[in-house]
């Protein structure tokens, strides 16, 4: 059994910057770890993933260029570094895992079966 505990989240103003954590737990870091988010009315969209087995990340378009998914293995730990944050980005980021590699593409929230709580992103204006 995985758990994520994500961390980091909070209020900025737009252009500001926060940095999200996910610590894996159980059965550590598993093959493809991702980062979602989910905004008041919204559905839930992927924001980034990485694969782990060689460290390539994928992005969504709306944070391609602003945002970067790193990994660091020996922390069992997950990062989504966010930098000129705006307004649109507010939501409850979400870190989720999968046992399968998830290279090639952009893959959903159907693809993950792993979850944590969420942690809240406000950007005010």
């Known amino acids: 059994q995985v758990q994520l505990v994500e961390s980091g989240g909070g209020s900025v103003q737009a252009g500001g910057s926060l940095r999200l954590s996910c610590v894996a737990s159980?059965?550590?870091?598993?093959?493809?770890m991702g980062w979602f988010r989910q905004a008041p009315g919204k559905e839930r969209e992927v924001v980034a993933h990485?694969?782990?087995?060689?460290?390539?990340?994928y992005y969504a378009a709306a944070v391609q260029g602003r945002f970067t998914v790193s990994q660091e293995n020996a922390k069992s730990t997950v990062y989504l570094q966010m930098n000129s944050l705006e307004p649109e980005d507010t939501a409850i980021y979400y870190c989720?895992?999968?046992?399968?590699?998830?290279?090639?593409?952009?893959?959903?929230?159907?693809?993950?079966?792993?979850w944590g709580q969420g942690t809240q992103v406000t950007v005010s204006s």
């Open positions: 989720a895992a999968a046992p399968w590699s998830c290279g090639g593409r952009l893959y959903g929230g159907g693809d993950f079966i792993y």
């Open positions: 159980g059965d550590a870091l598993r093959d493809c």
């Open positions: 990485i694969n782990r087995a060689d460290g390539r990340p």
